[in-house]
């Protein structure tokens, strides 16, 4: 991507170590010094980095094939949680794309859900729903190679930031409890 859009800035961020550093150099020797990888727990840090950037310098972000997390008690280590959304939000103006991809329905519907529950991005006109039938990035990721190579679904959304303003975090949060975590049901009986 970066070598094909020598005019755009790069960033991949990664939370295993050796994967950064071995990325990062590769990066650094690429031939227009448009693209670093640097070292991230995208749930701890990503959403600081997002609110410390100057207006309209980020102009998309991508989501690919984010690890899973099936269990109700590890539903906070999913990357996409409402604080992040927002800070994502908030960093791009209007037009500019947020882009989901997995290959697990259970990954990508809660993010899904997640997004339009804030009510900032919109689908462009004339995509396939739910899935986008192609990727609109020109080149496809590695787990994205071996899935299609497998011949195996690949689930993927694009959005843009659309005119309206961010809601209320709390309120977001939630709402968001409340449909991706409700409570249990009770069950009395004698
Ligand atoms: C399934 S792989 C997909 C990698 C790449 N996006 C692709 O499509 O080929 C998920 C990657 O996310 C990284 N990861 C998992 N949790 C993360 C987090 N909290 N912050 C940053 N990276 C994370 C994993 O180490 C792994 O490299």
Known sequence: MATLN???NYLGVEIRRPLVTSADREALASDHGNVRVLFC???ISLASW???LPVDR???VSIQFPDP???RRHR???VLQPNLLLAIAAALQPGRELFLQSDVLAVIEPMVTLT???DCFTRPVGDTQPWRSSNPLPVPTERERYVLEKQLPVYRVLYRRNQRSLPNESL????WQQIDNPAEPIHAGA
Not at 172 to 175: A, G, I, Q, T, V
């Open 6 to 8: 020598p005019d755009c």
């Open 41 to 43: 727990n995208a749930n």
């Open 50 to 52: 997002m609110r410390a």
């Open 58 to 60: 980020l102009h998309r």
């Open 69 to 71: 997390w099936f269990k």
């Open 76 to 78: 906070k280590r999913r």
């Open 116 to 118: 339009e529950l804030s």
């Open 172 to 175: 977001l949060e939630s709402r």
